[in-house]
């Protein structure tokens, strides 16, 4: 096998930085390495890519040997094409941060997709807005779920009407999260984190409620 050199480049996704590939046709790739950083969970370190396929169960056929621009050790690496069939084959099998991933980039994809077609600026700081903002709200919401929780809210119904109430009061539309901008993300987040705060000192749902 041929190995290539690489260009190398750190990649932000959000709070999220791993080190992409870019060959000399232009096209990119991920190096294992880094794959095993973001899915420490289902990816182990030090192996081979056929260990990873077999243990995966599935066929990555990109593999490449490479050498980088920044670390003239050869490393395995895979096209995006392959990273992205990971992830999604990763997250169907029950992986956290590749289920985050995956959720992210799909509310990024459509809110490009609809500024697109209605005109609407959504340039590079504006998508690196709208991703931390999911980001952050991946970790604060569990703590409104475990409150309403602690409260005897199990039916889905219930929990369901509880979110939408908490929206309402926020100004918020009653759609999924992933389809909010950036803006009503933040708006989300702060509120979440309000009601958090004040849920721990000991107030009410009721209560806290009528704080918003």
């Known amino acids: 096998m041929i190995t290539q050199k690489a260009f190398v480049s750190h990649v932000n996704i959000g709070n999220i930085s791993i080190e992409g590939l870019m ?3 232009g096209s990119f790739g991920v190096a294992l390495p880094q794959v095993t950083s973001l899915y420490p969970n289902s990816v182990p ?3 081979s890519l056929k260990q990873l396929e077999a243990l995966l169960g599935i066929t990555l056929s990109s593999h490449q040997k490479v050498k980088t621009t920044l670390n003239s050790k050869v490393v395995n690496a895979i096209s995006l094409d392959d990273f992205e069939k990971l992830t999604l ?3 169907m099998k029950g992986d956290k941060d590749a289920q ?3 959720r992210i980039l799909y509310g990024l994809a459509l809110t490009q997709i609809f500024s697109d077609t209605f005109n609407i600026k959504f340039e590079k700081e504006e998508r690196q ?4 903002a999911r980001q952050i709200h991946k970790e604060v919401f569990p703590s409104f779920t475990k409150w309403l929780q602690a409260d005897g809210c ?3 119904w219930e929990y369901g009407k509880a ?3 908490f929206k309402t009061l926020l100004g918020l539309p009653l759609i999924t999260v992933d389809l909010y901008t950036a803006e009503q993300q933040w708006v989300l987040n702060k509120g979440e984190l309000k009601y958090d705060t004040l849920r721990t000192v ?3 749902h009721e209560e806290v409620l009528k704080q918003f």
């Not at 807005?129 to 931390?132: S, V």
């Open 23 to 25: 060959y000399a046709d």
């Open 45 to 47: 370190k030090n192996r």
């Open 89 to 91: 084959e990763l997250a």
């Open 100 to 102: 985050s991933l995956v």
């Open 129 to 132: 807005e709208f991703i931390k």
């Open 154 to 156: 199990f039916e889905s």
């Open 163 to 165: 979110v939408n109430e």
């Open 202 to 204: 000991g107030i009410s």
